[in-house]
T-cell receptor
Framework: DGGITQSPKYLFRKEGQNVTLSCEQNLNHDAMYWYRQDPGQGLRLIYYSQIVNDFQKGDIAEGYSVSREKKESFPLTVTSAQKNPTAFYLCASSIGWGNNQPQHFGDGTRLSIL | QKEVEQNSGPLSVPEGAIASLNCTYSDRGSQSFFWYRQYSGKSPELIMS????GDKEDGRFTAQLNKASQYVSLLIRDSQPSDSATYLC???????????????FGTGTRLQVTL
């Protein structure tokens, strides 16, 4: 089935540790996105990528890093510089050119601090 | 003023009634508008897209867009308990370049459909 796969579903981070969240899509979508969702705050854009080997900062990029080495994959690393990483992380993708296209989401990863 | 505003609710409607969810946005140049449904603990699911003024119907759902007044609404007819969820409004400001579709999300309206 076509879709967006995020793993792991739950992740725990120790102090000073970097962790990487995986996002893979087999929809042949060009653009991919990472969001963070906190209770009562809606979705906030962390990073997005329009094409392989290119990515742009979103509204809250500090403490995060990404790569886009393959069209299908857009992993997010939560670094130790992110002091409040506990949140629900959502990966999304959209097809083609132009910004009228909707985004489709994976099932998310819940990150907590140990 | 927030870029995309929604009443957080909860909006409570009886089963079988029409639920009306509203969203206002601040950027007059916004071009495309989306409604997502998010069940508790789950990820958002796209239910409607609308791009031009007027109504767009899909089954029990109708999206309404009024660009002059800068609002978009979602009507759910014959509401069912399974419609109980948070509904997120998302707006794309443009410009229409590149592949990315940058959306700004509202904080969502929680809908409760009661028996």
């Amino acid at each position: 089935d076509g879709g967006i796969t995020q793993s792991p579903k739950y992740l725990f981070r120790k102090e000073g540790q970097n962790v990487t969240l995986s996002c893979e899509q087999n929809l042949n979508h060009d653009a991919m996105y990472w969001y963070r969702q906190d209770p009562g705050q809606g979705l906030r854009l962390i990073y997005y990528s329009q094409i392989v080997n290119d990515f742009q900062k979103g509204d809250i990029a500090e403490g995060y890093s990404v790569s886009r080495e393959k069209k299908e994959s857009f992993p997010l690393t939560v670094t130790s510089a992110q002091k409040n990483p506990t949140a629900f992380y959502l990966c999304a993708s959209s097809i083609g050119w132009g910004n009228n296209q909707p985004q489709h989401f994976g099932d998310g990863t819940r990150l907590s601090i140990l | 003023q927030k870029e995309v505003e929604q009443n957080s609710g909860p909006l409570s409607v009886p089963e079988g009634a029409i639920a009306s969810l509203n969203c206002t946005y601040s950027d007059r140049g916004s071009q495309s508008f989306f409604w997502y449904r998010q069940y508790s603990g789950k990820s958002p699911e796209l239910i409607m897209s609308i791009y031009s003024n007027g109504d767009k119907e899909d089954g029990r759902f109708t999206a309404q867009l009024n660009k002059a007044s800068q609002y978009v609404s979602l009507l759910i007819r014959d509401s069912q308990p399974s419609d109980s969820a948070t509904y997120l409004c998302a707006v794309n400001k443009g410009p229409n370049t590149g592949t990315a579709s940058k959306l700004t999300f509202g904080t969502g309206t929680r809908l409760q459909v009661t028996l």
